[in-house]
């Protein structure tokens, strides 16, 4: 699979002023299917990491 797309959407959102972040994961299959690789328990963190803080941010949430 190649990465440009997601990186050219990436820049796209940036550009746009959109809170997004890019990670690229090594081992795991497209999309991430939250099987039980490390991997794909570090996306699953970062997931919940980047919408807590998005939650307390823009909605006053507290994680």
Do not use: K, N, W, Y
Request: proline share 5%.
């Amino acid at each position: 699979m190649s990465l440009q797309p997601a990186a050219r959407m990436h820049r796209a959102l940036r550009a746009a002023g959109v809170d997004a972040e890019l990670h690229v994961l090594e081992s795991c299959s497209h999309g991430g299917f939250m099987a039980d690789a490390p991997e794909e328990r570090e996306l699953a963190d970062e997931i919940r990491r980047f919408v807590a803080a998005r939650l307390a941010t823009d909605c006053g949430v507290t994680p």
